[in-house]
């Protein structure tokens, strides 16, 4: 039975597609049977993010609509094996998506798949709301500022009340992954530190992301920015995806970094 | 930067604390809401038409509360009365 994990955070902007495309990316790394999502109907993103824009011919709405196969709309990603990609349509009917038709393209998908990521579109609309009703598992992605921070605690009220683990009287397990961080700025007093968005939210941390030149790189070329190895937001994901499997990693990337000497006369980053 | 500067940023409240308290604030307001049933706000409403119908209050002289116990709801109806 796969695991299904919504990516979701309420407020645009603070890196949910990175992060779906950086997790799903990262539990194929480790070989586990992964398709990844984009439920944002009518501003599909994440095929530019995995860099497979080109490759698109059927969406989600054609399959729910019976116009495609599954396997038809599926893309399977070119460097991950066992990978694969389930654009989201670019129609601007809002309610292509029916509770039913993703109910059975996910019971499909489960047949199959070890992970399902689900990439949540931004607000707590509908799409939304489908993005994160199935779903076992979620991850909140926050950036430490006050509006990110609140709307994060708007969506995990609906977690905690509109989902279908819910309506059974059970829980959706949730995670915290506070992104675009800059330790510098935390150290100056002038950003909320991890502590303070976990004292607010209280939901378990599962990594810190640090901001990142290498973000927008990645997203630059399409290719997710943990395949990116040697940069610090990288190696903070592939942390994340340890920890999402049950490992117990130390938090990376918290503190301000001492530039060396060197460094320092080149006026490197 | 001068001596008094230091002195002077020193005693003003950092802004990350700022936004914290300003957090931990509304988001304690959101959270009780968010438990309240869905009916409270029309209920809410519905009672107050049937007090304006023998006085006239305003809605701000109402408050509602709905406090979950652990085996009791206490639904708490305040009404100030204008002199």
């Not at chain 1, 194929?28 to 990844?36: D, E, H, I, Q, S």
């Not at chain 1, 199959?112 to 931004?122: G, R, V």
């Not at chain 1, 969506?155 to 995670?175: C, D, F, N, R, Y």
């Not at chain 2, 990350?16 to 809410?44: F, G, N």
């Amino acid at each position: 039975m796969a695991k299904i994990i919504v990516v979701t955070s309420g407020k645009g902007g603070v890196g949910k597609t990175t992060t779906s495309a950086a997790i799903a990316t990262g539990l194929a790394l480790r070989g586990f049977k992964t398709v990844v999502i984009d439920f944002d109907v009518g501003l599909r993103n994440l095929d530019l993010i995995m860099g497979c824009e080109r490759r698109v011919v059927y969406d989600f709405v054609n399959v729910i609509k019976k116009e495609a196969t599954l396997n038809q709309a599926m893309i399977k990603d070119k460097r991950t094996p066992g990978l694969y990609i389930l654009p989201a349509s670019q129609t601007r009917d809002k309610d292509a998506l029916t509770m039913e038709g993703v109910q059975t393209v996910l019971d499909n998908l489960a047949k199959d798949f070890e992970y399902i990521i689900c990439d949540s579109p931004a607000g707590i609309e509908q799409g939304a709301q489908m993005a994160l009703y199935f779903a076992d598992e979620a991850i909140v992605v926050t950036n430490p500022e006050v509006s990110s921070v609140r709307d994060s605690d708007r969506i995990i009220g609906i977690l905690q009340s509109k989902s279908l683990k819910a309506e059974q009287g059970g829980t959706v397990k949730e995670h915290l992954l506070l992104t675009r961080y800059n330790p510098e700025r935390v150290a100056a007093a002038e950003m909320l530190s991890v502590a303070d968005v976990e004292d607010i939210l209280a939901v378990p941390l599962l990594g810190v992301i640090p901001e990142s030149e290498a973000v927008l790189k990645a997203s630059n070329q399409g290719a997710p920015v943990i395949l990116d190895q040697e940069s610090q937001a990288g190696q903070a994901y592939l942390d994340a995806v340890s920890r999402l499997l049950g490992e117990e990693v130390e938090h990376r990337f918290l503190d301000v970094q001492k530039k060396g000497f060197l460094k320092r006369l080149l006026g490197g980053k | 930067m001068s001596i008094f500067n230091y002195f002077l940023k020193k005693e003003k409240k950092s802004s990350a604390s700022t936004a914290k308290e300003r957090l931990q604030i509304i988001v304690a307001h959101e959270r009780s809401k968010r438990q309240q049933p869905d009916y409270l706000p029309l209920m809410q409403k519905e009672i107050m038409d049937v007090i304006r119908k023998y006085v006239n209050i305003d809605e701000d002289q109402v408050t509602v509360q709905l406090d979950n116990n652990d085996d009791c709801s206490v639904l708490e109806l305040n009404i100030t009365l204008p002199e």
